[in-house]
């Protein structure tokens, strides 16, 4: 094998090593038990939606963000769209992650957990580095305090 053919293999199991893992929608039962639903990150053609949900975030003022909000108060702070965009997303990834499953139980699914649904997408999409330092910070901190304003 040449020097060039094993630099492109060491180059792809880098990349594979960087792929975003699925992450679990966590369901509690009314018996105590919990259901676990896979959700796989965000497929690469709705990045355009990814990043316009992520700059209605930025403009959240963090003093309207309390920690254990309900969710109606919690849902208020958004724009009708960014709730729409937000249920398109979720639906594209649990739709990658179950190609076969019926959409429309996808979508009844999303409204019935749209708050579990909500945490596990921003958990496994919240992106490491989105090129600088001061931006990232900002992103990551509102970030942090949305989910912790929803964490049950």
Excluded: W
């Excluded at 018996?31 to 990814?50: I, Q, T």
């Excluded at 316009?52 to 208020?76: C, H, I, W």
């Excluded at 702070?77 to 139980?105: G, H, W």
């Amino acid at each position: 094998m040449e020097e060039k053919e094993r630099k492109e293999l060491k180059d792809i199991e880098a990349m594979k090593r960087h792929l975003g893992l699925p992450g679990v929608i966590r369901l509690e039962n009314e018996d105590g038990s919990v259901d676990e639903v896979e959700m796989n990150p965000l497929p690469m053609e709705y990045l355009p939606e990814f990043l316009y949900v992520t700059s209605r975030f930025m403009k959240l003022n963090p003093d309207q963000l309390k920690e254990g909000m309900d969710d109606e108060a919690f849902l208020k702070l958004f724009e009708p769209e960014v709730i729409r965009t937000l249920n398109k997303c979720i639906l594209a990834s649990l739709k990658s992650r179950y190609p076969e499953a019926d959409e429309d139980m996808l979508k009844r699914f999303i409204s019935a957990n749209f708050i579990p649904c909500f945490n596990t997408f921003l958990e496994i999409n919240t992106p490491r580095n989105i090129g600088t330092e001061r931006v990232d910070s900002r992103l990551k901190k509102r970030l942090e305090l949305i989910r912790k304003a929803k964490k049950k």
